[in-house]
């Protein structure tokens, strides 16, 4: 394809190094799409002749056919995606065929078609996690009484619902909707026609090409136009961070599922066995989750680094792009069809989790809040009392609501019988009552607006 000025062919090396053709066929729809948006706009120009423009797209839409079939070129000479397609092209309609790269440079045309993989690759995404946020809306509306213990520290904190603590990965997963919306409104301008860095003397018409690709419009800078690679980088930090979102709820599936939690039993569909171990249902798929996060946190770090410090415009490192974006772009949609899974279909151990939340003293701040409301002592000295009748429960074994009141009183004569009634953990979640707080009507409310939100019932 640049032969010309060249007296020899490239060394074995040279050709492996310099092709990205293993990876970027996988650009081929939008190479094809891009293609004959160009061809019609320079047969609409007057730059090709209709006849020419209409035996280019012809031949480009028997290529189409072909690829679909699962022909894909592999022939490491031909380079790339984009040579390839021409190549062919060539073997199908002739010397025509090299009117097509009137007016443009594999530069506009690389980012092109990169721009509408990353578009495309957002939606996917978006639609994704659409299903994990109903699936955990879902669950979390069948357990909105739940009762289970909240944590800080890994240590039983105060107790919590279980549909409260779904719902807190529901928030995460709509802030990770909401960044690769964000932009996805940014990506959506044609690089096309910016040719290999300055324009074209040709009279193209941009717009044309642009509206026929979905775009809103053609970008504004013709050097900027072949050097951005934000659009593929936004894409990579929102995939960090919702892979960052999906390792914790994998992570928390980990814990609970473990013996000593015994909060889920995740089942067979999304488990694998030990092969010398007989007992063992281990949580793989939640396991390579929250694995599959880092490697997404790298792809990220590899397209960084890549593109600091290059100078405009093109440069050859920015072939490096597709690898990353493709690599994150396949975990992250993996990890999510496998979270929205294990969400759907995990058997929640409800007895468990109350069971945990009554044993951990859980209710204590509840006894603490109780001092200062109905006895008016000040927090930190019923901070201070509430510590003794914990240390008396611990030794009493008893949970704090089994206490019986003489204890409480002969550690502070001013706890009442009225005090029971706030230490079970039932009246400790229905008291947080505050906007956002883990009462279970709070959290139904919650639940209907964000259903209101996905627009489902
Ligand atoms: N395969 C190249 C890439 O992916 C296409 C652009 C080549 N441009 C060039 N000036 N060599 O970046």
């Known amino acids: 394809m640049w032969g010309g000025r060249f007296a020899a062919g490239p060394a074995a090396v ?50 189409h056919a072909e690829y679909e079939a699962g022909d894909l070129p592999h022939d ?81 904190a105060q107790p919590v619902t279980l549909g409260h603590h779904l719902m807190a990965y529901h928030e995460m997963i709509a802030r990770d909707r909401s960044r690769f919306a964000d932009a996805r409104a940014r990506i959506n301008l044609s690089p096309l026609g910016a040719a290999a860095l300055a324009g074209t003397g040709f009279p193209t018409d941009r717009h044309m090409t642009a ?29 960090t961070q919702c892979s960052l979102h999906l390792s914790r709820l994998a992570e928390e599936f980990v814990i609970w599922a473990s013996q000593p939690f015994g909060f889920i039993s995740l089942p067979d569909a ?33 397209l960084c680094v890549t593109m600091k410090g290059l100078p405009l415009a093109y440069s050859k490192d920015m072939q ?10 396949d975990l992250l949609g993996l990890s999510i069809t496998a979270m929205t899974g294990m969400v759907e279909t995990t058997l929640f151990r409800t007895d468990r ?7 951990g003293f859980s209710t204590a701040t509840d006894l603490a809040d109780w001092l200062v409301r109905e006895a008016n002592v000040p927090f930190r000295e019923a901070h201070h009392i509430t510590g003794r009748v914990v240390k008396a429960a611990e030794q009493a074994g008893a949970t704090l609501a089994d206490l019986p009141l003489d204890t409480l009183q002969a550690i502070d004569p001013r706890i009442d019988a009225r005090v ?14 505050s906007y956002g707080g883990t009462a279970p009507d709070q959290v139904r409310a919650r639940i209907a607006e964000a259903r209101a939100a996905l627009d489902v019932e």
């Open 14 to 63: 040279m050709r492996e190094i310099n092709a990205s053709l293993p990876f970027d066929k996988r650009l081929w729809r939008q190479d094809i799409a891009g293609s004959i948006a160009h061809a019609n706009m320079l047969g609409a120009q007057g730059i090709l002749s209709a006849d020419e423009a209409a035996t280019i797209i012809a031949g480009l839409e028997a290529i």
């Open 76 to 156: 490491l000479d031909l380079e790339d995606i984009h040579m390839a397609t021409e190549s062919r092209l060539a073997d199908k309609i002739g010397p025509v065929a090299g009117r097509l790269h009137t007016a443009r440079s594999r530069n506009d045309q690389v980012a092109t078609d990169f721009r509408l993989f990353v578009r495309d690759a957002m939606d996917e995404v978006d639609a994704s996690l659409y299903l994990l946020q109903r699936a955990l809306i879902d669950r979390a509306a069948e357990h909105a009484d739940s009762v289970m213990p909240g944590f800080t520290h890994l240590q039983s």
């Open 211 to 239: 509206a026929a690709l979905g775009f809103d419009g053609p970008t504004r800078n013709s050097l900027d136009s072949v050097s951005d690679r934000d659009f593929a980088l936004d894409y990579l930090m929102a995939a």
């Open 270 to 302: 999304y488990s694998t066995g030990s092969s010398i171990m007989p007992q063992k249902r281990n949580p793989d798929a939640a396991e390579l989750v929250r694995g599959h996060a880092g490697r997404i946190v790298g792809c990220m770090t590899s």
């Open 320 to 329: 490096d792009d597709k690898p990353p974006l493709f690599e994150a772009h």
């Open 353 to 359: 989790m109350r069971a945990l939340a009554e044993s």
């Open 420 to 433: 029971h009634a706030v230490l079970t953990v039932d009246a400790s979640v229905a008291s947080r009552t």
